[in-house]
């Protein structure tokens, strides 16, 4: 009778940890789709997801004291033509290990995306950056040391540092 109820508390113990991981992984999805899903959002008229009408690309927005394009730029080489013009660079999954210091020359950076790369460290000269608002960090291997360090860095900035869960696997 005991080696019942034991073999039945295992596998219920495993069906739960499997539920558990579960909800988890779920929990992480709906957590990220809702992060990309507001940054990603496209105008009704997009043509792809890099590129706007051509009468939205020559309609700029005033940000602070310059102007900017509606654009998000996916290449450093494209944005780095314009330099003044770019609010939204995202350089995401693109396996950098460093923070792409040509991106310090872009003065009206309001939005840098570089989730999801190998990117341990950010330069100090990254407070020339004054007019960022967000820095999205997330899925990048930082120590929590670097994250202070950011965040005394750059305190008016929303910093996401989002780091991949690692959900316990089912026996």
């Known amino acids: 009778m005991m080696r019942k109820i034991r073999s039945a508390s295992r596998g219920f113990f495993s069906f739960a940890q499997g539920l558990i991981g579960l909800v988890l992984l779920v929990a992480f999805v709906l957590l990220l789709n809702a992060l990309f899903a507001s940054r990603t959002q496209q105008p009704p008229l997009s043509v792809g997801p890099t590129q706007l009408p051509s009468s939205q690309l020559t309609s700029p927005t005033a940000v602070g004291n310059g102007v900017c394009t509606t654009e998000v730029y ?14 939204k660079l995202d350089l995401s999954n693109r396996h950098l290990t460093q923070f792409p ?18 990117i341990t460290h950010l330069p100090t000269d990254i407070t020339r950056l004054k007019k ?10 930082i120590s929590q040391n670097e994250v202070d360090r950011i965040r005394q860095l ?15 696997t089912s026996p």
Do not use: H, W
Not at 76 to 86: F, Q, S, T
Not at 132 to 138: E, G, K, M, N, S
């Open 74 to 87: 996916r290449t450093l080489e494209e944005a780095i033509k314009i330099p003044n013009k770019v609010c």
């Open 101 to 118: 210091s040509q991106a310090l020359e872009l003065t009206e950076l309001t939005e840098l995306y570089l989730n999801f790369n190998e």
């Open 132 to 141: 960022l608002a967000l820095l999205d960090l997330t899925g990048n291997p």
């Open 154 to 168: 750059l305190p008016n900035v929303n910093v996401l540092f989002i780091k991949p869960m690692n959900l316990p």
